[in-house]
């Protein structure tokens, strides 16, 4: 099976798990979120394994905590967004990156507070911004997929369609210092598809979940997660290549690793929450 096959048959596994898991209920949503969040962790480790200047044992011990850590903020969001407990929880997320200051006391690094920055980088880049995932599923008060569902297609539609306008039609590039193969075809042709693609959840949307959303904010959603995404490619695309690796792991077949499939929605999760948190009510 040639590589496009491959990505295609990946592709639609993993549309039919995260599709099926945010659909069911919120506990649902909840858990493939922080599995989601653990698998990520667990890459970004690997990736930056070499990187920590400490003893084998600690490295070990820097990916559980974070992995917990991580876990946690996912579920402290889940829960305020919820309305399950109060909102001043939020102010709990801000100790993590801290204690990581704390730890370093004990670990009798070289450098430790290179490995505080690489601790907490992994907060800051994979929990945070997909914790922001529960404040679109609970945007409207009760749980409801519309929004993240919705962001979660763009994001795909963007990825592929950019993907494959790139591959047969690509001719100017849009960032080669840091990622050679990507070009302003395929960036418009993903932006297309998600304009397409937004117009085909507006009509379908309301009569599955009951939720009347105009086109406009679809649209707007659509393009916010395009360019969004695109930066969140182009920012893992940085950080490999700084790393000298070509993908963050090998989980996904014809995707790379799950930082490699999530790395357009770790942007737009929390930009598109942003727009509809201070433009919408």
């Known amino acids: 099976m040639g590589d496009i096959g491959t990505r295609i048959v990946t592709g639609i596994f993993f549309l039919i798990v995260m599709i099926g898991g945010v659909m069911l209920s919120e506990y649902s949503f909840l858990i493939l979120f922080c599995l989601l969040v653990v698998l990520c962790i667990n890459e970004f480790h690997g990736i930056t394994h070499n990187l920590l200047t400490s003893t084998p044992k600690w490295k070990s011990t820097y990916k559980l905590i974070n992995t917990i850590f991580s876990v946690v903020i996912f579920g402290i969001v889940f829960f305020v967004a919820s309305k399950k407990i109060k909102l001043i929880s939020l102010s709990l997320i801000c100790g993590f990156p ?19 920055c690489l601790n907490s980088m992994a907060i800051f880049y994979i929990a945070i911004p997909l914790s922001s995932a529960s404040l679109l599923a609970f945007h409207d008060g009760d749980y409801s997929w519309h929004y993240l569902l919705a962001i979660m297609v763009f994001a795909w539609a963007n990825d592929s ?86 993908d963050t792991g090998t989980a996904l077949p014809g995707h790379g690793g799950f930082l490699d499939r999530f790395d357009g929605l770790i942007f737009s999760l929390p930009a598109c929450t942003l727009y509809l948190t201070f433009f919408m009510k």
Do not use: C
Not at 103 to 109: D, G, L
Not at 184 to 211: Q, R, S
């Open 98 to 116: 801290l204690t990581w200051l704390v730890i370093e006391m004990y670990t009798k690094s070289e450098r430790p507070f290179y490995n505080v």
């Open 161 to 246: 369609w950019a993907y494959l306008s790139g591959r047969f039609l690509g001719k100017h590039k849009l960032f080669e210092r840091i990622s050679p193969k990507k070009t302003w075809e395929g960036f418009f042709g993903g932006m297309i598809a998600t304009i397409v693609f937004a117009y085909i959840v507006y009509l379908l949307f309301p009569k599955w979940t009951g939720y009347s959303v105009s086109l406009t904010t679809y649209i707007i959603l659509a393009i916010i997660t395009s360019i969004t995404s695109t930066y969140g490619d182009l920012a893992e695309s940085m950080i490999k290549r700084n790393l000298q690796i070509k």
